[in-house]
């Protein structure tokens, strides 16, 4: 037995174990599938060996055909020598098992977008297409990083688009440093395909110099997220009225102008970023107290299943600033018919009257991360809040 195929071994064993599930006989013609591990067990299987073997031929290059038993996954990694930047003979290796045509994972291009659409809304069928249409199109129109996906991956059964996950990778400037960040948006496989899912996964979250964020995982998808080595950087949100709270002195809050100079105290970063948000339907206003001002994005939103008409806390550059404003942005609000501000808090905000709810006691506020940089709590932009919507 090879030293890579006893460490592959090894690891199926020890996740097995680990997620108490019973193994079959690990021969070479077992598909893969078949083995007792799911599609989120291989994916932490695949993840460790990158880490022991120091290689992931699954990420070797944009197109990747996938493995069906057993011994092909053991070839895959006994044959590859992948090199940072550089097309690993891996990914040229077709499966030799003709029992399943080829699956594969690409990135989506516009002209898949009907296909799209069409898996979209199998996954969401609370969604009409036309709602997927439309965020897909503002997806296709805005401003990206290069040299990662516009939209996100595909996975393919020979022709047959059989599963997706949507990613919105963006970048952002933090105290003079370059991030992208990446918000894990909506996914669907077919339920024929789902053994592939956490290998769909696996792919979308490749980039290590990208910080992959989580905003809107179900309570039930916790604990598979963080064996994922995901981390929670917020946990509870507050549904705040911040009319109570009182003024500050001395500040005073405008809308947003977008053919006005605001000189020093709004760089041209901030500036496009409220410009680009006022474009998708954002609320942006300016809080001016003395030289200072500070920006502020809200969108409106329904909370409690619709019952509750709230304005959800977009951006701002700290939550203490809108703690420090509540009482005068609530009066700016409430002139606009706005009473409840929604917002990421993991505990109360000293100051703010309202109402807080943890993540761990609701199931819902709850934001993971894995990367270098945690992202900023409470920052929603260039997310799917914003292209898709509530």
Same mark, same amino acid.
Not at 107 to 120: F, H, K, N, R, W
Not at 238 to 265: H, N, T, W
Not at 359 to 369: A, D, E, K
């Given at each position: 037995? &090879?030293?890579?195929?006893?460490?592959?071994?090894?690891?199926?064993?020890?996740?097995?174990?680990? @997620?108490?599930?019973?193994?079959?006989?690990?021969?070479?013609?077992?598909?893969?599938?078949?083995?007792?591990?799911?599609?989120?067990?291989?994916?932490?299987?695949?993840?460790?060996?990158?880490?022991?073997?120091?290689?992931?031929?699954?990420?070797?290059?944009?197109?990747?055909?996938?493995?069906?038993?057993?011994?092909?996954?053991?070839?895959?990694?006994?044959?590859?020598?992948?090199?940072?930047?550089?097309?690993?003979?891996?990914?040229?290796?077709?499966?030799?098992?003709?029992?399943?045509?080829?699956?594969?994972?690409? @990135?989506? @291009?516009?002209?898949?977008?009907?296909?799209?659409?069409?898996?979209?809304?199998?996954?969401?069928?609370?969604?009409?297409?036309?709602?997927?249409?439309?965020?897909?199109?503002?997806?296709?129109?805005?401003?990206?990083?290069?040299?990662?996906?516009?939209?996100?991956?595909?996975?393919?059964?020979?022709?047959?688009?059989?599963?997706?996950?949507?990613?919105?990778?963006?970048?952002?400037?933090?105290?003079?440093?370059?991030?992208?960040?990446?918000?894990?948006?909506?996914?669907?496989?077919?339920?024929?395909?789902?053994?592939?899912?956490?290998?769909?996964?696996?792919?979308?979250?490749?980039?290590?110099?990208?910080?992959?964020?989580?905003?809107?995982?179900? &309570?039930?998808?916790?604990?598979?997220?963080?064996?994922?080595?995901?981390?929670?950087?917020?946990?509870?949100?507050?549904?705040?009225?911040?009319?109570?709270?009182?003024?500050?002195?001395?500040?005073?809050?405008?809308?947003?102008?977008?053919?006005?100079?605001?000189?020093?105290?709004?760089?041209?970063?901030?500036?496009?970023?409220?410009?680009?948000?006022?474009?998708?339907?954002?609320?942006?206003?300016?809080?001016? @107290?003395?030289?200072?001002?500070?920006?502020?994005?809200?969108?409106?939103?329904?909370?409690?299943?619709?019952?509750?008409?709230?304005?959800?806390?977009?951006?701002?550059?700290?939550?203490?600033?809108?703690?420090?404003?509540?009482?005068?942005?609530?009066?700016?609000?409430?002139?606009?018919?706005?009473?409840?501000?929604?917002?990421?808090?993991?505990?109360?905000?000293?100051?703010?009257?309202?109402?807080?709810?943890?993540?761990?006691?609701?199931?819902?506020?709850?934001?993971?991360?894995?990367?270098?940089?945690?992202?900023?709590?409470?920052?929603?932009?260039?997310?799917?809040?914003?292209?898709?919507?509530?």
């Amino acid at each position: 037995m &090879s030293e890579t195929r006893a460490v592959i071994i090894s690891q199926f064993k020890r996740v097995a174990e680990e @997620q108490n599930k019973k193994l079959t006989r690990l021969d070479d013609d077992l598909v893969l599938f078949e083995s007792g591990l799911d599609s989120l067990c291989v994916a932490v299987v695949i993840a460790r060996l990158e880490d022991e073997l120091g290689k992931d031929p699954f990420n070797a290059s944009e197109g990747v055909n996938f493995p069906v038993t057993l011994g092909d996954f053991i070839r895959l990694y006994e044959r590859g020598n992948c090199i940072p930047g550089r097309t690993s003979e891996v990914s040229k290796i077709k499966m030799v098992d003709e029992r399943i045509p080829q699956i594969q994972i690409r @990135q989506i @291009q516009s002209s898949d977008i009907e296909d799209v659409v069409e898996l979209l809304s199998k996954g969401f069928p609370k969604r009409r297409p036309a709602y997927w249409r439309r965020a897909l199109q503002r997806l296709s129109e805005r401003k990206a990083p290069p040299l990662y996906p516009r939209f996100g991956y595909l996975l393919e059964h020979g022709q047959k688009k059989v599963g997706l996950v949507l990613l919105i990778f963006s970048e952002r400037n933090i105290e003079g440093e370059s991030f992208i960040f990446c918000n894990l948006s909506s996914w669907y496989v077919e339920p024929l395909y789902r053994g592939y899912a956490g290998l769909l996964n696996s792919k979308a979250t490749r980039h290590s110099n990208v910080t992959y964020f989580n905003i809107s995982a179900d &309570s039930h998808t916790w604990p598979m997220i963080e064996v994922q080595s995901f981390k929670s950087y917020c946990d509870g949100e507050m549904i705040a009225i911040p009319v109570l709270s009182p003024k500050a002195i001395d500040a005073k809050v405008e809308e947003f102008e977008i053919a006005r100079d605001y000189g020093q105290f709004l760089g041209n970063e901030e500036r496009e970023l409220l410009i680009t948000h006022i474009h998708c339907g954002c609320v942006a206003l300016i809080v001016r @107290q003395g030289d200072k001002f500070s920006p502020f994005l809200f969108m409106h939103r329904r909370s409690f299943r619709g019952l509750l008409p709230t304005l959800q806390l977009i951006y701002c550059r700290e939550l203490q600033e809108f703690a420090n404003y509540a009482g005068a942005i609530g009066r700016a609000l409430l002139r606009r018919g706005g009473v409840f501000v929604r917002l990421d808090a993991p505990s109360p905000l000293p100051g703010v009257k309202g109402i807080h709810f943890s993540g761990q006691v609701s199931g819902h506020g709850r934001r993971y991360y894995r990367g270098p940089r945690p992202p900023r709590i409470g920052d929603f932009t260039f997310t799917e809040t914003i292209f898709f919507g509530f």
